[in-house]
């Protein structure tokens, strides 16, 4: 048998092996792993030494784009402890606009320090952008054994950049 | 040694030889040759890479339970698996819910069968990837066999493929069984889009030898948006895969071979049947294949004996049985598909308890009364047909009539989009539409047919006419005219409907791409630039896919771009690379001394083609999980918003 027949039949028989054991039907081994490990989340707590969070945010729209895009710079938290699996939310609203979006964030021990906050963007078509700044409201808000500990909640300007 | 044991070497033998010839047989009638089998995998590999289990519409819920009721034995859908029957494009009829593209279903079954075996022994999650590497595998083998370097192509193959589903596994989540359906949808698909891009392969190679057939086959899934829709659960490829076999049968029906399996009149004969099969995919689309090749076929044949016409009308008829099979199921009447039926709305307060009565159907056109009397028992049938073809012709004209009176519609369908408010505020407030030329910008070099048909128009003048005669003699050229004349029925019927939302690359059109990429084909100023610089073109491809890829992803993520800036920033550099590619294959094509930069820009644009796929796939459009657990693990550090 040539080497090249050889290693076309071991790599067949390596991937179906692998493919076969860990499946339903032989079961030996599961190869996959859940995405998220979802135990125990939002149990925990921890304490906060330093929060930072942007004053300003912009709506931009950008090249060839005419829609509009809510680009909110991240925050950072520095945990001085954690315990468990707390959650962090991150939100931004522009009441004007009947707008808000918030990020919640997992963290687990292995955290402790500097974290980092985002918000995913959003898009405005055009015709819903129609001042030059809007006026929001931007908030960190800490969970954890079914309390509520607000971090951060101050106002954000949001400037228009056309 | 005993009788027994010299039977049994006998009969594997036999076995044997029998299954060579029947792999032998199946893969000239698939692929043609070794190097179409090879563009096959090279295409399923590459549409692999970006393969996202999940929908990307909400009318692909409509086919994943439509796809389950007819496992099940019955074309009604009771409960959906996935959405609600409210998605569009389930139809109500007599109080139950339908689907639509029964074609594609039924051609789906095969699918959802192997993968439903093969789920009940694999861990899907695990099972993906393990195809993917056996796909890598078998083409690397198939390479080293077309290339004569089988043992170091094998070796790297194997070597890629184990390296990978280690890679793969070492990351892989779990996917649940209840996707089945989803990934039947999806790998035939795949398969169709694959099998497009043979034919195309198939196609010029007949005309213009294996290299530009080559390019041109891998182009069709690896450079046009037919590699976007590959694995999206839609029409689309599938009535393009057929479209390429129309066109290709029509190319073989004009020549007098000995070498295929079919006659010149069965290529013929073929062609027809597959416009039936295109019909039970879309009755709308269908028509407009067989209207184009109708338009094209008759005028041009060698000859159009009542015989040979009888038996087109009857492969055409026996095609369509299945349409009019899964019609009458569904509406009652096999010229009523679904799609003219009311689509489905749950009871409200308003109209009642029960599902409302379909309001759809033939309109109540009625024929002339002065019909001759012994076509009055089949009076139903003509005023369905007819109302089929007025609705059909009212469209088409109103397309031409816009195409005349509004030539701005031309412009921002296939050169440059623009924003139109109603139909960003469509597609969660992001401009994600893209002109035809925006979204494969090797479209600019289609430019280059004007001076070309201007010369050979002058040629043509100078040697004192040349009809329809020299039209029949030349395969070649009553092709094209096939080609051309689909190209323009799709563009006309559909651009009324432009601009419109959830089209990305104008999917209508989809057939246009594959046209398009003929046309380019078809130029012998193009042909000429890339056999005299077919290495100046590949690396220029290999390195605009290499490193423009990265160059353009650490833009966009840079910049953090929105998902309609990034496919416009797309859009404004394909346009770019379009215009100059369009200047130069002009030039190409008055001066040869073009064809250096024309072969650079050629494999720039078609570059910028394969990075919007490969950039859609992995950060744009990012929806359920990925088949590849290793690029799930890279997309999310390249997600755009």
């Given at each position: 048998?040539?080497?090249?027949r050889?290693?076309?039949?071991?790599?067949?028989?390596?991937?179906a092996?692998t493919?076969?054991?860990?499946?339903?039907l032989?079961?030996?081994?599961?190869l996959t792993?859940?995405?998220?490990?979802?135990?125990g989340?939002?149990q925990?707590?921890?304490?906060?030494?330093?929060?930072?969070?942007?004053?300003?945010a912009?709506l931009?729209?950008?090249?060839g784009a005419?829609?509009f895009?809510?680009?909110?710079?991240?925050?950072?938290?520095?945990f001085?402890?954690?315990?468990?699996?707390?959650?962090?939310?991150?939100?931004?609203?522009i009441?004007?606009?009947g707008?808000s979006?918030?990020?919640?964030?997992?963290?687990a021990e292995?955290d402790v320090?500097?974290?980092?906050?985002?918000?995913?963007?959003?898009?405005f078509?055009?015709?819903?952008?129609?001042?030059?700044?809007?006026?929001?409201?931007?908030?960190?808000?800490?969970?954890?054994?079914?309390?509520?500990?607000?971090?951060?909640?101050?106002?954000?300007t949001?400037?228009?950049?056309? | 040694m005993?009788?027994?044991?010299a039977?049994?070497r006998?009969r594997?033998?036999w076995?044997r030889?029998?299954?060579?010839?029947?792999?032998?047989?199946?893969?000239?009638v698939l692929?043609g040759?070794?190097?179409?089998l090879?563009?096959?995998?090279?295409?399923?590999c590459?549409v692999?890479?970006?393969?996202?289990v999940?929908?990307f519409?909400?009318?692909n819920h409509?086919?994943i339970?439509a796809?389950?009721?007819l496992?099940e034995?019955?074309?009604?859908?009771?409960?959906?698996v996935?959405g609600t029957l409210?998605?569009p494009?389930t139809y109500l009829?007599?109080?139950?819910?339908?689907?639509?593209?029964y074609?594609?279903?039924?051609?789906?079954l095969?699918?959802?069968w192997?993968?439903?075996?093969?789920?009940?022994v694999?861990?899907?999650g695990?099972?993906?990837?393990?195809?993917w590497?056996l796909?890598?595998?078998?083409?690397a083998?198939?390479?080293?066999?077309v290339t004569?370097h089988?043992r170091?192509?094998?070796?790297?193959?194997?070597?890629?493929?184990?390296?990978?589903?280690?890679?793969?596994?070492?990351?892989?989540?779990?996917?649940?069984?209840r996707?089945?359906?989803?990934?039947?949808?999806q790998?035939?698909?795949?398969?169709a889009?694959?099998?497009?891009?043979?034919?195309?392969y198939?196609?010029?190679?007949?005309?213009?030898g294996?290299?530009?057939?080559v390019?041109?086959g891998?182009a069709?899934?690896?450079?046009?948006?037919?590699?976007?829709?590959?694995?999206?659960?839609?029409?689309?490829?599938?009535v393009?895969a057929l479209?390429?076999?129309?066109?290709y049968?029509?190319?073989?029906?004009?020549?007098?071979?000995?070498?295929?399996?079919?006659?010149a009149?069965g290529?013929?004969?073929?062609?027809y049947?597959?416009?039936?099969?295109a019909t039970?995919?879309?009755?709308?689309?269908?028509?407009?294949?067989?209207?184009?090749?109708?338009?094209?076929?008759?005028?041009?044949?060698?000859s159009?004996?009542?015989?040979t016409?009888?038996?087109?009308?009857?492969?055409l008829?026996?095609?369509l049985?299945?349409?009019?099979?899964t019609n009458?199921?569904?509406?009652?009447h096999?010229?009523r598909p679904?799609?003219?039926?009311?689509p489905?709305?749950?009871?409200t307060?308003?109209n009642g308890?029960?599902?409302?009565a379909?309001?759809?159907?033939?309109?109540s056109?009625?024929?002339d009364?002065?019909?001759p009397?012994?076509?009055g028992?089949?009076?139903p049938l003509?005023?369905?047909?007819?109302a089929?073809?007025s609705?059909?012709?009212?469209?088409f004209?109103?397309g031409?009539?816009?195409?005349?009176?509004?030539?701005?519609?031309?412009?921002?369908?296939?050169v440059r989009?623009?924003?139109v408010e109603?139909v960003?505020?469509?597609?969660?407030?992001?401009?994600?539409s893209?002109?035809?030329?925006?979204a494969m910008p090797l479209?600019?070099a289609?430019?280059?047919?004007?001076?070309?048909?201007?010369?050979?128009?002058?040629?043509?003048?100078?040697?004192?006419?040349?009809s329809?005669?020299?039209?029949?003699?030349?395969?070649?050229?009553?092709?094209d005219g096939?080609v051309?004349?689909v190209?323009?029925l799709f563009a006309?019927f559909y651009?009324?409907?432009f601009?419109?939302n959830?089209?990305?690359t104008a999917r209508?059109?989809?057939?246009?791409?594959p046209?398009?990429l003929?046309?380019i084909?078809r130029?012998?100023?193009?042909?000429?630039?890339l056999?005299?610089?077919?290495?100046?073109?590949?690396?220029?491809?290999?390195?605009g896919?290499?490193?423009?890829?990265?160059l353009?992803?650490?833009?966009?993520?840079?910049?953090?771009f929105g998902?309609?800036q990034?496919i416009?920033?797309?859009?404004?550099?394909?346009l770019?690379?379009a215009?100059?590619?369009?200047a130069v294959?002009v030039?190409?094509?008055?001066?040869?001394?073009?064809?250096?930069?024309?072969?650079?820009?050629?494999?720039?644009?078609?570059?910028?083609g394969?990075?919007?796929?490969?950039?859609?796939?992995?950060?744009?459009?990012?929806?359920?999980?990925?088949?590849?657990?290793?690029?799930e693990?890279?997309?999310?550090h390249?997600?755009?918003?």
């Amino acid at each position: 048998m040539s080497l090249a027949r050889a290693a076309v039949l071991a790599t067949v028989a390596v991937i179906a092996l692998t493919t076969l054991v860990s499946g339903p039907l032989v079961g030996a081994v599961d190869l996959t792993t859940e995405r998220y490990d979802a135990t125990g989340l939002g149990q925990g707590n921890a304490t906060v030494s330093a929060v930072e969070a942007p004053e300003t945010a912009r709506l931009d729209s950008g090249v060839g784009a005419a829609e509009f895009y809510l680009k909110v710079p991240d925050a950072t938290v520095t945990f001085e402890s954690i315990t468990g699996k707390p959650t962090v939310s991150y939100k931004i609203s522009i009441d004007e606009l009947g707008y808000s979006r918030g990020t919640t964030h997992f963290f687990a021990e292995s955290d402790v320090g500097l974290a980092t906050l985002s918000i995913a963007q959003d898009s405005f078509a055009r015709s819903e952008i129609t001042a030059e700044s809007y006026d929001g409201q931007l908030s960190i808000t800490l969970r954890g054994n079914g309390t509520k500990q607000v971090l951060y909640d101050e106002p954000i300007t949001v400037e228009v950049d056309r | 040694m005993s009788t027994a044991t010299a039977g049994w070497r006998r009969r594997t033998r036999w076995l044997r030889q029998r299954s060579a010839t029947a792999r032998r047989v199946c893969l000239r009638v698939l692929f043609g040759d070794r190097v179409g089998l090879v563009v096959f995998l090279a295409c399923l590999c590459f549409v692999g890479l970006f393969w996202r289990v999940g929908t990307f519409i909400n009318d692909n819920h409509t086919l994943i339970n439509a796809l389950v009721a007819l496992s099940e034995g019955h074309l009604y859908i009771e409960d959906p698996v996935i959405g609600t029957l409210e998605a569009p494009g389930t139809y109500l009829h007599d109080g139950r819910a339908y689907g639509r593209n029964y074609g594609q279903l039924v051609y789906t079954l095969p699918f959802l069968w192997g993968i439903q075996a093969l789920a009940t022994v694999a861990d899907l999650g695990v099972l993906l990837p393990a195809l993917w590497s056996l796909l890598v595998l078998a083409l690397a083998v198939q390479i080293g066999r077309v290339t004569d370097h089988e043992r170091l192509a094998t070796l790297l193959g194997a070597g890629v493929a184990l390296i990978a589903f280690a890679a793969n596994v070492a990351v892989a989540h779990p996917v649940q069984t209840r996707v089945v359906p989803l990934l039947a949808l999806q790998a035939s698909a795949a398969v169709a889009a694959g099998l497009t891009a043979v034919l195309v392969y198939r196609l010029l190679g007949r005309m213009h030898g294996t290299r530009i057939a080559v390019a041109g086959g891998l182009a069709t899934v690896v450079v046009s948006p037919v590699g976007f829709w590959a694995t999206v659960p839609k029409r689309h490829v599938y009535v393009v895969a057929l479209g390429a076999g129309i066109v290709y049968a029509f190319y073989r029906s004009r020549h007098r071979e000995t070498d295929g399996f079919l006659s010149a009149t069965g290529f013929r004969l073929l062609a027809y049947v597959l416009v039936g099969a295109a019909t039970w995919v879309n009755g709308a689309e269908g028509l407009l294949l067989l209207v184009g090749l109708v338009v094209v076929d008759l005028p041009t044949a060698s000859s159009n004996d009542a015989r040979t016409l009888v038996l087109i009308g009857v492969a055409l008829t026996l095609s369509l049985l299945p349409f009019f099979a899964t019609n009458t199921l569904v509406s009652g009447h096999p010229l009523r598909p679904p799609e003219v039926l009311s689509p489905f709305s749950y009871p409200t307060a308003e109209n009642g308890t029960a599902p409302s009565a379909s309001q759809g159907g033939p309109s109540s056109d009625t024929l002339d009364p002065n019909l001759p009397p012994f076509l009055g028992r089949f009076e139903p049938l003509l005023v369905a047909i007819s109302a089929a073809f007025s609705r059909f012709s009212d469209q088409f004209e109103h397309g031409v009539r816009l195409a005349v009176t509004e030539p701005g519609k031309i412009l921002h369908t296939f050169v440059r989009g623009r924003y139109v408010e109603d139909v960003v505020v469509d597609d969660h407030s992001q401009s994600v539409s893209l002109a035809v030329t925006e979204a494969m910008p090797l479209a600019g070099a289609l430019v280059g047919l004007v001076p070309a048909l201007v010369a050979s128009g002058r040629r043509t003048i100078a040697e004192r006419g040349q009809s329809l005669s020299g039209v029949r003699g030349s395969p070649s050229t009553a092709t094209d005219g096939l080609v051309v004349a689909v190209a323009i029925l799709f563009a006309m019927f559909y651009l009324p409907s432009f601009p419109l939302n959830a089209q990305v690359t104008a999917r209508y059109l989809l057939i246009l791409y594959p046209s398009v990429l003929y046309g380019i084909a078809r130029q012998s100023a193009v042909r000429r630039a890339l056999e005299t610089n077919w290495n100046r073109s590949i690396w220029a491809y290999a390195c605009g896919v290499l490193l423009g890829t990265q160059l353009l992803l650490a833009v966009v993520v840079g910049s953090a771009f929105g998902r309609g800036q990034a496919i416009q920033f797309h859009a404004w550099l394909g346009l770019g690379a379009a215009s100059l590619l369009a200047a130069v294959t002009v030039g190409s094509t008055l001066d040869d001394r073009f064809d250096p930069i024309l072969a650079v820009l050629l494999g720039i644009a078609a570059a910028l083609g394969t990075s919007f796929l490969l950039l859609s796939g992995i950060s744009y459009f990012q929806y359920g999980q990925y088949a590849l657990p290793v690029v799930e693990t890279i997309s999310r550090h390249v997600a755009v918003g």
